[in-house]
Every structure is written in C-alpha cells, then in structure tokens.
C-alpha cells in the first residue's frame, strides 16, 4: 500500500470510529456501476449539480442554445448580426471557460 493510500485509510478509520460515516445518503446499498465508470469530471459536474452550482461552460453553452434559437426568429439583419456577434462572444467566453477548467485539471 501507497503512503499516501495509507494516510487515507487512517483518516477513513478515525472518521468511521467517530461516526463521521454513519447516516450518510446510500450507506447500505451497494455501488452504482454506472458511476464506477465516472471520470474526474463527471464527478465533478455531478457534485456541483447537487450543490446548486453548474459549471460556467455549461450555463453559457445554455446561453448560446438560446440565443441561436432567437437568431433563427429575427429578420432585421442589423440585429442580426448584433446577435451573432454576441453569440460569437459567448462561444469564445466558453472555449476559455473549457482551457481553464482543463488546465487546472492538469494540476
């Protein structure tokens, strides 16, 4: 066993001798396959779901659904194309959004 693996089972054992772990949602059942196949990042997204909290890629990626909806609606060029160009800005707020999460994944 890894000193690292060993310093969680440690923790995990005083937590479970002081009744940290008892009451928990799911304590009982046993594990979800499909979330044994989960990556770092749909864990991630999940836990900040069940926080009330989404990820700013994903609000925006909402955004920019929405307003390509409206786009399809308008017929005056001239605000149409002030749409797009919002659109445009949102595509690239969410790229960046996206590096930035990816980039401290890394770390």
């Known amino acids: 066993m890894h000193w690292f693996e060993r310093i969680a089972q ?4 005083a937590a479970a ?8 949602r799911g ?3 046993p594990l979800d396959p499909e979330r044994l196949r989960e990556t770092a990042d749909d864990v991630l997204n999940r836990m900040l779901a069940d926080g009330g909290f989404v ?4 609000a925006l990626a909402r955004d ?6 409206v786009l ?9 194309r002030d749409l797009q160009r919002r659109i445009a800005l949102m ?4 790229a960046v959004a996206q590096d930035a999460r990816r980039a401290s994944a890394r770390r």
Request: glycine share 8%; no cysteine; net charge negative.
């Open 27 to 29: 304590e009982g059942r």
């Open 55 to 58: 990820p700013a890629e994903v």
């Open 64 to 69: 920019i659904a929405a307003a390509r909806a």
């Open 72 to 80: 399809s609606q308008i017929e005056d060029e001239a605000e149409r």
């Open 91 to 94: 595509e690239l707020k969410r």
């Open 10 to 13: 440690r923790r995990i054992d």
């Open 17 to 24: 001798a002081r009744g940290d772990l008892s009451g928990l």
